[in-house]
């Protein structure tokens, strides 16, 4: 008897789930959305201007409108270029948010808490996204560090599997470092407005040697991407070079590989050129810098 009922309740939850979806895909139709919020990937080694570059997502047009950037920094790399070229921003246009949680150990040690780190991550995506359906003034999101992110996944991964730092894990478990990883930037691609994924050269794919255990979680990170930037410095006899090249774009195929300078500095006069909008007018027209 007790059988037949729990028979009968799951025909009817399957009946009601297909008439659910009938309806949503044949009687209620989709709203498109009159923009796509980007979600890009700005990746390359170490002092190749990353974070320079998805700073000046963030124009003179949005402040006039009052719009705000939010920088989820991981390992504190936004910090000199606030300091240095944003100060007058800071609270005001650009929220800075320094997401690692210390505590202290028995011996009174300060140690980093890994899962209220990603926690605390996850916390301000949400907080934002409230802030933007009150406000509507958030422009982007930043997420500096990805790869920094993966490393404390998995060491919150060693720590609940008692596995010691340079222990050796079993494939099964680097799954629970994956998962903890590829939620949070699930979370962060889903947001309403634009994202940026700043990561290091272990996310480039022709950089980073083949592995097994690295190879799924990295192949993920590339793949939910809608446009990736490769950053690269090029030095020359006169002059260092950073320039950015389109490594995918879903929304114009054809811009892919395309490359441009966007800063220099002279190495005789130490003079600087900065022109993010090169490459940033390739992700949005509404970056060329135009009033």
């Known amino acids: 008897m007790w059988g ?3 028979q009968e309740k799951t025909r009817k939850s399957k009946k009601n789930f297909i008439e659910t979806n009938r309806q949503m895909l044949f009687e209620k139709p989709l709203t498109l959305p ?39 920094d991981l390992d504190s790399g936004n910090l000199p270029l606030l300091l240095e070229y944003h100060k007058d921003k800071v609270n005001k246009h650009i929220l800075y948010r320094d997401p690692v949680v210390w505590e202290t150990d028995d011996d009174g040690m300060p140690i980093i808490n890994y899962k209220e780190t990603i926690g605390h991550i996850n916390s301000i995506a949400i907080a934002a996204k409230n802030r933007w359906k009150e406000k509507g003034d958030i422009k982007a999101i930043i997420l ?18 008692y596995i010691e730092p340079a222990g050796e894990v079993s494939y099964r478990f680097w799954a629970e470092r994956n998962k903890m990883f590829q939620e949070t930037l699930e979370l962060y ?14 996310f480039v794919p022709h950089l980073t040697p083949p592995s097994k255990e690295m190879a799924a979680v990295r192949q993920f990170a590339n793949q939910m991407m809608y446009q990736k930037i490769y950053c690269e410095r090029i030095d020359k006899a006169v ?3 950073f320039a950015a090249t389109i490594d995918k774009s879903k929304f114009s195929i054809g811009k892919e590989g395309k ?3 966007f800063a220099s500095a002279n190495k005789s ?16 027209p509404s970056y060329a810098g135009d009033d």
């Open 144 to 161: 500096d560090g990805g790869s920094k992110l993966l490393k404390q996944a998995e060491y919150q991964m060693r720590l609940d599997r």
């Open 189 to 202: 691609k889903n947001l309403p407005f634009d994202k940026y994924f700043i990561m290091h050269e272990d």
């Open 4 to 6: 037949d009922e729990k």
């Open 259 to 261: 490359q441009e300078v």
């Open 269 to 284: 006069d130490e003079s600087f050129k900065w022109e993010p909008e090169k490459i940033l007018r390739h992700l949005k």
């Open 34 to 72: 009159e923009e796509v919020p980007s979600c890009v990937m700005i990746y390359g080694k170490d002092g190749t201007g990353k974070t320079g570059l998805s700073l000046s997502v963030l124009t003179d047009k949005d402040i006039k409108k009052g719009q705000k950037i939010v920088i989820v």
């Open 239 to 241: 002059a260092v070079e």
